[in-house]
């Protein structure tokens, strides 16, 4: 395997500000939902920030926490497939074929991390809304799965010019959208076949988890733990 | 008029190192491209990356825009035909640019969808019902542009001082040719008047400090902030730079994690990332900060002019914590944490604008003095000399509106943004003519005899000065894209208008306004393919020394705010913000935005009125019941949302939401907060105060629609769930 694609989310940098969200809208044509289907909770957001409240007012705190597919080592999605359209590819990335898609939704169902959507429509862009669509990636219909894809397209691109060049794909080249995006600079993307990468350096550093861990899914997005320090900085 | 008279009049500069740039946005400096693309130029295929510049708020970030072929469908002679075109696909942060550094928030990324959008005017037109009702009809831009200047005409000849232009542009270019236009009428000088401005910010840094602009919080360095109202991960000056400068706070530098204690009446975004929380009283502010001075002021008041050192002298620290609801031993713990740090800064602002706030925010610039924060790294920095005249006057134009026959609205939409006690809807139903330059039927359109739509901020030219910038900064933009639709720059509009009503004008090209920041020898062809001209930010003066102007002695009180409404009838506060989705309203009709879930609460396509527990248990209100918040001036009906960080008796709700008139996504959905606030302004700045109305709270219905993308907040307990 030539890469091992990871994400690292920093979350005592993480502001919940949703960039990451937004961008990843305008790069992967996700279908526009309306009010009548997100009351039935069929929006889709690749990436969501998912908010945790703890303890009760005046002392009382929020935390956000970017939840994306986790591109599971041992993904629970792909096994239960009956058509192989989720599947593992050669560098790690949990890869959904959609034209290979019949909509079981089993895959959906058994993902610990509720990170996959289902199309149940086709999408629609209202004129002129269509001109902004990405023509890198490949527009869902209705009726198949989708999820984030660590921006494939962007990989691809990044190791399609690294190969023209004749070199390997440097470290912080390839930028999914939510990555590139972020204000804060909380997410951070590599190889973790690099073990000089700042990704591999920060999934082996002493705050690093992974969400759901104990289910054994091995997931490769990593999160370093906000700090509750006890003692101000001086 | 045709394309290319359109091209001429931007007076569009080419470079000779311009090439088709390829690969992703890795060294953009070098490919980045300010040349218009012809429709009949773009390859299949290619990616182009040009500079342009966000205009979703007023922080002026730097964007990158990939640009590729694509195809649309027109109509001629009654036959639909496919036409190729270069069209905008993504929005990326410039890198070049120190706003933004290469980063871009949600509001940011979603304005290809205004460019986009399908309620944008296709071309100019005319009122044909009652005004406030949107009846319009398409007319030629020939037409219209003659009853303009009809119009105009006659209300010069009558008075010029009745004409009005209220615009929302911020410092630059459009602002000097809008300037220049009405000195050309011989007519008043234009006004601004957004509730995203922050007029008193920069008041209250003029006051103590002298600067002119706002002052540049080096959040980056600093050790231990106490933020105070002000919101600056979220709804404040510019949200891009302060989150790059909170991330590099938090964990860029090694062994070294700044704190942050955030004291506010709302529980912010930036409330929410501190890591200590003090949950202010409405409008205590200055309360809090004259508390500190005291605290702080031992051995430290030579940094103080006499009069402004005996104010704080004279504060009853145990009173003024329990003005603000804080206890007082909690209050001294950070007096004595901010007084042993290292580098500490006190960041405050009014992001929920009170009558007081100006005292609170002048009380703060003189605590920074107290602590030695000011002029220092990870202190508070002067900002960048804004040139005199790039920047529309701050102004309550109300008055002007009633005796006002002719208004021009560039940008601005007061219909939605004042409240309906103010009079704005009735007083723009009685202008006589109205001429709004917007490219939607917004709620102010509505009101417009004609509508005359700009080019959206992508395909237009301009040079504008960034919101927070310590050194000398321009932003430039240029065409590089061919408009979408029928529609003319708004600087071309009054150009022409000029021209038919014979005043001498000429706009301000890009070009001569950036020329006011940027020194001579600085090539024009590199700035246009920057995106921008950026100085280096000159060092700050090492610690310990004074900052470079004697601070000034500004007379601040530390009084009580005041509030709209009687404490029996109207319990509760009320507490409109600036929303992440949509700032002052203006995102609500980016669909993306609609379906970025809020923050606290999770809700799309629609914004709740958030509880505290307490109130809601006590009128057995639930998350998602209907409920109707009264004012003393209206009322409006929204779904509840029991916020678990709302503090009891305030209530708070996000602005965006309850356009009557803005397309097909925001019209008539949800409700705006600001309708209902009283009529009260700030003092010595004229601005809206959004926080001074007492409401009441009653539960109509089980059912209100709250649509939310995560139901259930999913931890209750710690978080434990790993």
């Given amino acids: ?234 | 008029m045709s394309l290319l008279d359109r091209r001429d009049f931007f007076q569009i500069l080419t470079t000779g190192g311009a090439g088709l740039a390829t690969g992703a946005c890795g060294r953009p400096g070098e490919q980045l491209i300010p040349l218009l693309v012809s429709d009949r130029e773009i390859v299949s295929g290619e990616e182009q990356w040009h500079p342009a510049a966000c205009g979703g708020c007023p922080a002026g970030c730097g964007v990158i825009a990939r640009l590729m072929e694509g195809e649309r469908v027109i109509e001629r002679d009654q036959e639909k035909l496919r036409q190729r075109i270069a069209c905008i696909k993504k929005l990326e942060g410039n890198p070049l640019d120190p706003v933004s550094g290469g980063r871009l928030c949600a509001l940011g990324q979603a304005q290809l969808q205004g460019l986009y959008n399908p309620d944008r005017l296709a071309g100019p037109l005319r009122r044909t019902g009652p005004k406030g009702r949107a009846e319009l009809a398409p007319m030629s831009w020939e037409e219209a542009l003659l009853v303009a200047a009809e119009k105009l005409t006659r209300a010069r000849q009558k008075d010029p001082a009745s004409i009005l232009f209220v615009t929302a542009a911020g410092p630059g270019s459009r602002a000097m040719t809008i300037a220049r236009f009405l000195q050309a009428l011989g007519a008043p000088p234009a006004a601004s008047f957004e509730i995203a401005d922050f007029p008193l910010e920069r008041r209250a840094a003029e006051l103590v400090l002298g600067w002119s602009a706002a002052p540049v919080y080096d959040l980056a360095e600093a050790r231990y902030v106490l933020g105070v109202g002000a919101d600056f991960l979220g709804g404040w000056l510019s949200p891009v730079y302060y989150a790059r400068q909170y991330g590099h706070f938090r964990q860029g530098r090694p062994g070294i994690r700044g704190r942050v204690v955030q004291a506010e009446s709302r529980f912010s975004l930036t409330a929410a990332s501190a890591d200590e929380w003090l949950p202010l009283q409405p409008g205590t502010e200055v309360w809090l900060l004259a508390a500190l001075g005291r605290l702080l002021l031992e051995g430290r008041s030579q940094a103080l002019p006499p009069p402004v050192a005996a104010v704080f002298q004279g504060v009853d620290v145990d009173r003024a914590a329990q003005a603000c609801g804080v206890d007082a031993n909690r209050l001294r713990r950070v007096a004595q944490e901010l007084g042993a740090s290292e580098a500490p800064l006190v960041i405050a602002g009014a992001s929920a604008v009170h009558t007081n706030s100006l005292d609170a925010l002048v009380a703060a610039g003189y605590l920074n003095l107290l602590l030695g924060s000011v002029g220092r790294p990870g202190g508070v920095l002067a900002p960048a000399v804004e040139p005199p005249a790039m920047r529309p006057a701050f102004t309550n134009f109300l008055e002007r509106l009633e005796r006002a026959q002719f208004v021009f609205l560039d940008g601005a939409n007061p219909a939605y943004t004042l409240p309906a006690s103010s009079g704005i809807h009735e007083k723009l139903a009685k202008v006589e003519t109205l001429v709004s330059f917007s490219p939607y039927v917004d709620d102010s359109a509505a009101y417009a005899d004609l509508v005359l739509p700009d080019h959206h901020p992508l395909e237009g030219a301009a040079a504008l000065l960034p919101a927070v910038a310590a050194a000398p900064s321009v932003l430039v933009a240029t065409p590089f894209v061919e408009p979408l639709h029928d529609t003319r720059a708004t600087e071309q509009v009054l150009a022409e208008l000029a021209k038919q009503v014979a005043a001498p004008f000429q706009p301000v090209t890009p070009r001569a306004a950036a020329q006011a920041v940027v020194p001579p020898d600085q090539p024009w062809e590199e700035i246009t393919r920057r995106g921008g001209w950026w100085a280096d930010p000159s060092p700050p003066s090492p610690p310990g020394r004074r900052p470079p102007l004697p601070p000034r002695a500004a007379a601040f009180e530390v009084s009580r705010p005041l509030f709209a409404g009687s404490e029996a009838e109207y319990p509760l506060h009320f507490q409109p913000y600036l929303s992440l989705q949509y700032l002052d309203g203006r995102g609500a009709n980016l669909p993306w935005m609609q379906e970025l879930p809020d923050p606290a609460s999770s809700a799309m396509w629609g914004l709740p009125v958030e509880i505290d527990t307490k109130t809601a248990a006590r009128l057995g209100i639930r998350t998602g019941d209907l409920v109707r918040v009264v004012s003393p001036h209206g009322s409006l009906e929204a779904p509840a949302y029991v916020h678990p960080a709302a503090m009891p008796g305030v209530l708070s709700m996000a602005i965006g939401e309850g356009h009557r008139h803005y397309g097909r996504y925001a019209s008539g959905r949800g409700a705006n907060p600001i309708r209902i606030l009283a009529p009260v302004w700030e003092k010595s700045t004229g601005a809206l105060v959004l926080g001074a109305t007492r409401v009441r709270l009653e539960r109509l219905g089980p059912r209100a629609g709250l649509i939310q993308f995560s139901p259930n907040d999913r931890e209750h307990g710690p978080w434990a769930h790993r």
């Fill in chain 1, 1 to 234: 395997m030539e890469h091992r694609w990871a994400m690292a989310i920093d979350l005592d940098r993480c502001t919940g500000c949703e960039a990451c969200v937004a961008a990843c809208h305008a790069e992967n044509n996700l279908p526009l939902s309306t009010p009548a289907e997100a009351a039935k909770g069929r929006a889709a957001h690749w990436i969501r920030v998912d908010r945790y409240w703890e303890g009760e007012f005046p002392d009382v705190k929020l935390k956000y926490m970017p939840v994306l597919c986790q591109h599971c080592d041992d993904a629970p999605c792909e096994p239960v497939c009956p058509v192989y359209a989720t599947y593992h590819n050669p560098e790690g990335l949990n890869v959904q074929v959609y034209n290979r898609c019949v909509g079981t939704r089993y895959c959906g169902n058994n993902c610990p991390y509720s990170v996959r959507f289902f199309n149940w429509f086709e999408p629609r862009w209202e004129a002129p809304l269509d001109l902004q669509l990405n023509p890198d990636v490949a527009v869902r219909m209705g009726g198949v799965m989708e999820k984030c894809t660590f921006c494939i397209q962007r990989i691809q691109r990044v190791k399609r010019d690294a190969k023209e060049e004749g070199r390997r794909p440097q470290d912080g080249e390839v930028q999914p959208a939510c990555a590139q995006s972020c204000p804060a600079e909380a997410i951070t993307f590599g190889d973790l076949n690099d073990p000089e990468s700042r990704v591999s350096r920060q999934a082996s550093a002493g705050r690093a988890r992974r969400l759901l861990e104990e289910l054994g899914t091995k997931p490769k997005v990593f999160y370093l733990q906000r700090v509750t320090q006890a003692l101000p900085a001086k």
